[in-house]
């Protein structure tokens, strides 16, 4: 089956330090990939994608993310966090076959303390 | 600039009664989602359509019909509501499976 996996649940810094976001999947071909950020009682917010090309792409709010095709994972990174970088964060898969819709992990909260 | 519309926001309902969300987008595109989205399970997909007239079933479909009737529109209903549809609802359309948009979101709540 494909999935997404997310391995932390939370993920705790504090402002200014460099931030990981975990985020693994199984997908059959060579997917898109997908980060989303969610704020309290918000919809989702795009961050970034991958489709082809330089393995490490750059989005909005100064994340980034780092394509690994033999380990199948999709990192979400930030070089300095902060305060207002704390909400949920989905990453999303997108299986190269046309109809098909994005496969979500269950999600990280990430929480910067100042 | 409208984007994707989720109407309603907020809803309460009890058990058994029935409801429809809508889901209306101005971008002319061709494909849309429902998903729900609870605590730790990040979103799921309900029912899917790729294109006017056309729909299929996502990961969780019991308890939903859909229904998309003109290509702006994407309809999700629940016939006889439970407490396990207790959840936030978004709806998404993307262009050629590449962008997509969400809504945002509308909370239902099963009493």
């Known amino acids: 089956a494909q999935s997404v996996a997310q391995p932390e649940d939370q993920v705790n810094v504090a402002e200014g330090n460099p931030l990981t976001v975990k985020c693994t999947y199984s997908?059959?071909?060579?997917?898109?990939l997908f980060w989303y950020v969610q704020y309290p009682n918000r919809g989702l917010q795009f961050l970034l994608k991958?489709?082809?090309?330089?393995?490490l792409v750059k989005g909005s709010y100064g994340f980034e993310a780092e394509f690994n095709k033999s380990q199948t994972s999709f990192h979400l990174k930030k070089p300095s966090a902060l305060v207002s970088d704390s909400a949920l964060y989905f990453c999303?898969?997108?299986?190269?076959?046309?109809?098909?819709?994005?496969?979500f992990g269950k999600g990280t909260t990430l929480s910067v303390s100042s | 600039n409208a984007g994707v519309t989720q109407t309603p926001k907020f809803r309460v309902l009890k058990t058994g009664q029935s409801m429809t969300l809508l889901c209306a987008q101005d971008?002319?595109?061709?494909?849309m989602y429902w998903y729900r989205q609870d605590p730790g399970m990040g979103l799921r997909l309900i029912h899917y359509?790729?294109?006017?007239?056309?729909?299929a079933k996502g990961e969780v479909p019991d308890g939903y019909n859909v229904s998309r009737l003109k290509k702006q529109n994407f309809l999700l209903g629940l016939e006889s509501a439970a407490p396990s549809q207790t959840s936030v609802y978004f709806c998404?359309?993307?262009?050629?499976?590449?962008?997509?948009?969400f809504g945002s979101g509308t909370r239902l709540t099963v009493v």
């Open positions: 971008m002319n595109h061709e494909y």
């Open positions: 991958y489709i082809t090309g330089d393995n």
């Open positions: 998404a359309s993307s262009y050629s499976n590449m962008g997509y948009t």
């Open positions: 359509s790729v294109g006017e007239g056309t729909t």
């Open positions: 999303a898969v997108r299986p190269n076959q046309a109809g098909t819709a994005l496969i």
């Open positions: 997908v059959s071909g060579n997917p898109y």
